[in-house]
């Protein structure tokens, strides 16, 4: 294939606006070709090498703004690569190529013989009939691998991960092979949860997993089963700190019959219940000192003796534990063994608190609306207030107080739409610019920087990322004295 997008000769006056650097000066350029995806420029600065933004004044349409990238310099002018805008931009676009387009007996893409303009191209098969309305979703939809392949070689591992995930969970539906849909995101703190449950779920190793309550570790370990050769087997769970002292024991270890008063038959304990797939030790740190040995001696020989019985017998399980407590800091109080730690501690995995979850507080709010409303067949929805008071709580109780603040206000709700008083969530009151220019504002430049990167350099993007307005973000650009340099 020769072109991937038909390129046609124009005049257009055009305004160029660097994002980076708002000390540059503006440039006035002339568009003399234009396509889809790049231009030649008269007037660009040879100095140029950060993504700028280009202005050009269609006739009809009016002033559009595209995101371009210097490709190089010659002498006939400047070729920029343009990068792909919303819709409305690129019908605009397009309707100017296709009205500039000259009257050749050939393809213009691979220019091959073919004045029809009608069908297909015999040659390179791209769609020729320009006059038809939806020639352009036609186009992109026939393009989309060459315009993908095209960016990859900007894209690291990472990137190419979060972009197949978005494609398989988002565009086609397809869920994650976790058994709960809440156990979601796409934030960089879960981002490298999922990374390490994929990597150790696999193996036998245990796990013991750190976090703040309501975090979801029993859905972490829920996931390390299902994605484990444990999958079909049983997955037991345990909250230690839920059960009495006295009786703890005979619920792990089960019983045999007359063992102690009321052991009116024998019973399986959590551990043999288990067996062949994966024991959750919930809240491992309230484990009572005597029961720390027995757990410790099942780690290391895995037999299991059941309270009043004589023989011990053989378990097949994997232990995954976890705690909201510091457990140096037991072991230093001489609450927790050290032996213990160490067994439990060969692979550990920290779930990330609710509120260093980013966008992921909107993500899961909306799963739990809608799971109330499939089950009251009652269509509700956010309002802006309400995404924004979700956005800025602190949420201490995590991803369960979450839950409950939605359910509280799908009951509470008069009509369809939610609003922050009825989550009692306090509204969210943007300080505007004026805190976010002072000396003392609280966005560092790293996050700034880390912000446009995770936006591919899209100033709207990244400042509904921060919360803020786009002459915010310009604001912020511009402080920290960010250059295209500054980013990775």
Same mark, same amino acid.
């Given at each position: 294939m020769g072109r991937l997008d038909v390129r046609a000769r124009t005049h257009l006056d055009s305004t160029v606006c660097y994002i980076a650097?708002?000390?540059?000066?503006?440039?006035?350029?002339?568009i003399r070709e234009l396509s889809l995806s790049?231009?030649?420029?008269?007037?660009?600065?040879?100095?140029?090498?950060?993504?700028?933004?280009?202005?050009p004044v269609l006739p009809g349409s009016g002033e559009v703004e595209l995101l371009a990238k210097l490709v190089r310099q010659g002498k006939t002018g400047a070729a920029i690569r343009l990068f792909y805008s919303d819709h409305d931009t690129m019908q605009a676009l397009w309707v100017h190529i296709r009205d500039n387009l000259s009257e050749e007996n050939s393809c213009p893409y691979c220019g091959h013989p073919d004045g029809s303009r009608e069908g297909s191209c015999d040659k390179c098969n791209l769609y020729l009939n320009f006059a038809k309305n939806n020639y352009l979703e036609r186009h992109i939809e026939n393009t989309f691998a060459q315009r993908l392949n095209i960016r990859l070689s900007r894209l690291n591992l990472e990137h190419i991960q979060k972009i197949i995930h978005f494609v398989d969970s988002k565009l086609l539906k397809i869920?994650?092979?976790?058994?709960?849909?809440?156990?979601v995101g796409t934030s960089e703190g879960m981002l490298s949860v999922f990374s390490m449950i994929r990597k150790v779920a696999?193996?036998?190793?245990?796990?013991?997993?750190?976090?703040?309550?309501?975090?979801?570790?029993?859905?972490t370990a829920k996931s390390l089963h299902h994605l484990s050769t444990r999958r079909d087997g049983p997955f037991v769970a345990v909250n230690c700190a839920a059960i009495p002292e006295t009786l703890l024991e005979a619920e792990l270890f089960g019983y045999e019959k007359g063992a102690f008063t009321g052991a009116y038959a024998t019973k399986k304990g959590k551990f043999e219940s288990a067996d062949g797939g994966t024991l959750f030790l919930d809240e491992i740190g309230d484990l009572p000192a005597s029961l720390q040995a027995k757990l410790l001696r099942f780690l290391e020989d895995r037999l299991v003796q059941p309270v009043g019985s004589a023989h011990s017998r053989k378990i097949d399980v994997r232990i995954v534990a976890a705690t909201n407590c510091d457990l140096q800091r037991a072991i230093t109080q001489g609450h927790f063994r050290t032996d213990l730690f160490y067994r439990l501690n060969s692979f550990t995995i920290k779930l990330p608190p609710l509120r260093e979850r980013g966008e992921d507080k909107v993500r899961l709010a909306k799963y739990f609306l809608e799971k109330f409303s499939c089950s009251e067949n009652r269509s509700m929805e956010f309002s802006d207030d309400a995404l924004d008071a979700i956005r800025n709580h602190s949420w201490p109780g995590n991803v369960r107080e979450l839950e409950n603040k939605v359910r509280r206000g799908f009951l509470m709700a008069a009509g369809t739409v939610v609003d922050p008083e009825e989550m009692e969530l306090a509204r969210y009151e943007d300080p505007?610019?004026?805190?976010?220019?002072?000396?003392?504002?609280? *966005?560092? +430049?790293?996050? *700034?920087? +880390?912000?446009?990167e995770q936006n591919d350099y899209v100033i709207a993007r990244a400042a509904r990322q921060l919360n803020i307005s786009r002459p915010s973000m310009y604001a912020l650009i511009k402080k920290h004295g960010i250059n295209r340099g500054d980013m990775k």
């Open positions: 650097r708002e000390d540059r000066p503006q440039e006035q350029v002339t790049g231009a030649l420029v008269d007037g660009l600065s040879t100095q140029l090498s950060e993504i700028f933004a280009i202005r869920q994650h092979r976790s058994p709960d849909k809440e156990f696999p193996t036998e190793m245990s796990v013991l997993l750190l976090g703040e309550s309501g975090t979801g570790k029993e859905l505007g610019v004026g805190a976010v220019d002072c000396k003392s504002g609280p *966005v560092r +430049k790293d996050q *700034v920087i +880390k912000v446009l």
